[in-house]
C-alpha cells in the first residue's frame, strides 16, 4: 500500500493539477460554515427518515401489484415498485440507510448486471454487454430502460435504444460509498458471478457510447440513450452534459478504488479521464455565442436548452473554475432574482423560464407536456447542490433560498414531492425520498464533492489489513452474508 501511494504521488497527482482545483478550506482542514443550523438540519434529518421509511417495500409485501420476493427490504424511490439505482445511491448518500442496505442493494444491482454478451429486444433496441439495469422491480426482474415495468419491452425505442448512461456510473459511486465505510479491498474484491466487484465496475463504466476525442458522453438518434434519469422523458442527441459531468466524478471515484486495489496504473488512467473531460466541458457546452443566457447547454445536439441543473453541478463537482465559475454563478444568481425563472419554493427547473424552446414545450422533444414533470415543473433534488455553491460568495441569496425550501417543507405536513409547482398542477408522487435524502447528503457532507476524493491520499497514512471487512464474510457469490431481513433504514 505504501509503495501504491508513493507512486500515485508521482504519477496521479502531477497530472490531476489540472483536473482538482486548489485545495479548499475543508482539504485544508479548516471549518466551513455550516448551511444548515442545527434545529434545520434535524427538521431535514427527520423528515428525510421518515421519508424513506415509506419507500420500503417488505418482504413479501405487493408493491403496485408486484410482491417483493428479493428476501430483504427494499428501498424504492416512493412511490414505485423497483429499486431505481439512481435514487437508491442518492437515498443512500444521507446516511440515513444502514450499511448491510446498501450491501445487500450493491449486491443485487451486481447480480442483475447483464452478462458478456449482448442482448437484443427487438426493433434496434439492445442491452450491452455488462450493463447495470435502470432498475430491478421488487419481484427481482431486471429492467434495462425507463418507462416500463416488463424486462422484455423494447417500446420502440422511445426510452432509448440503449440503457441510461448514468446507471453505469452510479453502481461506482454506490461502491465508492460503501468502501468508504469498511474495508475497501475486501469489498472490491469479493466475487460475483465469477467476476470481482472491481472488475463488474471497471466493466460498468465501458457501457456508455463515449466521444473518443474528448472522453464525454455523446449519443445519437440510431442508437439514443438516457443521459440521466432525470431527463429520461427528454429526447436528447450528441454529448451530453449532465452524463458527462457524472463520468466525471466517476473516474475520479474509480481512481480512489483503484488504490485500494494497489493499482496505481488503473488509478492514473482514470484521472486521465477525468481530466479530458474537464478540459472539454466548457470548450462543448458554454454558451459561446450567446444564445443560451451564459448557462451550460443540456447537449449540443437534439434538446441542447440552457442547462440548470448541469449548471449547477458543475461548478458543485469542481468541473468548471476561475472566470468560467464566477461568470456561471453570475447568471446562477441573476436568473435566481426573477421569482419563478429557476426556482419556485427552494425547487429547480430544468430550464429557465427565459429558455423555452417554445410555447408549448420546456425542450425541444418531449414526452410530458409543458409545465408539468421534466418539461417544466421545479424539483428539489438539486436544491443541495445549489446551497453549496452559493454560500461561499453569496451567502445571503443562500440564506434565502434556503428558506424558501424550509418553508416549504414545513408548510406541507411531510409531504414531500417528486415535483412541484404551476398552482399544484405540477404536484406529483407526494412521498419521494430522493428529493429530500440527496440535498441532506450534500448538505451533511456525506456525498463528497468529486475535487475532495483523492486529495485526503496524499496525507493518508499507509494501512493494509487482511482480515475481512466483519459485513463481508465470506460466502460464495455474496457480499452482505445474510444481514438481518427487513432492516430499518435509519
Not at 124 to 150: E, K, L, R, S, W
Request: neutral net charge; proline residues 7%.
Amino acid at each position: 500500500m505504501k509503495r501504491t501511494l508513493n507512486l500515485l504521488a508521482a504519477l496521479l497527482f502531477a497530472p490531476l493539477a489540472d483536473v482538482l482545483p486548489a485545495a479548499d478550506a475543508v482539504a485544508n482542514g479548516a471549518a466551513q460554515p455550516e448551511i444548515l443550523a442545527p434545529d434545520e438540519l434535524a427538521l431535514v434529518r427527520e423528515l428525510a427518515t421518515a421519508t424513506l421509511e415509506t419507500c420500503g417495500v417488505a418482504p413479501g409485501a405487493i408493491a403496485h401489484g408486484k410482491t417483493n420476493t428479493l428476501g430483504f427490504r427494499a428501498i424504492t424511490p416512493g412511490g414505485y415498485p423497483a429499486i431505481w439505482i439512481l435514487d437508491f445511491t442518492m437515498n443512500f448518500s444521507s446516511g440515513l440507510i444502514a450499511r448491510e442496505d446498501g450491501l445487500r442493494h450493491f449486491q443485487l444491482i451486481l447480480e442483475k448486471q447483464n452478462g458478456p454478451e449482448p442482448r437484443e429486444l427487438g426493433q434496434q433496441v439492445v442491452i450491452p454487454a455488462h450493463a447495470i439495469p435502470d432498475h430491478i422491480n421488487v419481484d427481482g426482474a431486471p429492467v434495462f430502460f425507463p418507462g416500463t415495468y416488463d424486462p422484455l419491452a423494447h417500446m420502440n425505442g422511445d426510452w432509448g435504444f440503449r440503457p441510461p448512461s448514468n446507471n453505469q456510473f452510479e453502481v461506482i459511486s454506490l461502491a465508492h460509498m460503501l468502501a468508504r465505510s469498511g474495508d475497501a479491498k475486501a469489498l472490491l474484491s469479493r466475487e460475483v458471478g465469477g467476476r470481482t466487484v472491481y472488475e463488474r465496475l471497471k466493466l460498468a463504466f465501458t457501457v456508455p457510447e463515449i466521444n473518443p476525442a474528448t472522453q464525454l458522453v455523446r449519443t445519437t438518434a440510431a442508437r439514443r440513450s438516457v443521459g440521466f434519469i432525470f431527463y429520461d422523458a427528454i429526447e436528447m442527441t450528441g454529448d451530453l452534459l449532465m452524463a458527462s459531468l457524472i463520468r466525471y466524478r466517476t473516474a475520479l471515484n474509480l481512481a480512489w478504488l483503484a488504490t485500494k486495489m494497489d493499482q496505481p496504473e488503473d488509478a492514473k488512467h482514470y484521472a486521465g479521464v477525468a481530466q479530458q473531460i474537464r478540459s472539454h466541458i466548457l470548450p462543448v457546452f458554454a454558451d459561446t455565442d450567446g444564445t443560451h443566457g451564459g448557462w451550460l447547454k443540456a447537449s449540443n445536439g437534439i434538446s441542447g436548452q440552457s442547462d440548470v441543473w448541469g449548471s449547477i453541478y458543475a461548478i458543485y463537482i469542481g468541473a468548471v473554475e476561475g472566470e468560467a465559475r464566477a461568470a456561471l454563478l453570475r447568471t446562477i444568481t441573476a436568473a435566481l432574482a426573477k421569482p419563478g425563472e429557476i426556482e419556485f419554493e427552494g425547487a429547480l427547473r430544468h430550464v429557465p423560464l427565459s429558455g423555452d424552446f417554445s410555447p408549448t414545450t420546456m425542450w425541444e422533444k418531449a414526452r410530458p407536456q409543458k409545465n408539468r414533470y421534466m418539461n417544466g415543473a421545479y424539483w428539489h433534488v438539486p436544491v443541495g447542490w445549489l446551497l453549496t455553491i452559493l454560500q461561499p460568495e453569496y451567502p445571503k441569496l443562500a440564506q434565502t433560498i434556503k428558506q424558501h425550501w424550509l418553508g416549504h417543507l414545513r408548510a406541507q405536513q411531510g409531504k414531500v414531492w417528486e415535483c412541484i409547482g404551476w398552482d399544484g398542477q405540477a404536484n406529483k408522487n407526494p412521498s419521494f425520498g430522493t428529493s429530500i435524502a440527496l440535498p441532506l447528503g450534500v448538505l451533511s457532507r456525506r456525498e463528497l464533492r468529486a475535487d475532495r476524493l483523492l486529495a485526503p491520499l496524499a496525507a493518508e497514512q499507509p494501512t493494509h489489513s487482511t482480515t475481512p471487512d466483519r459485513e463481508i464474510q465470506p460466502k460464495a457469490d455474496r457480499i452482505d452474508a445474510g444481514a438481518k431481513k427487513d432492516s430499518k433504514t435509519k
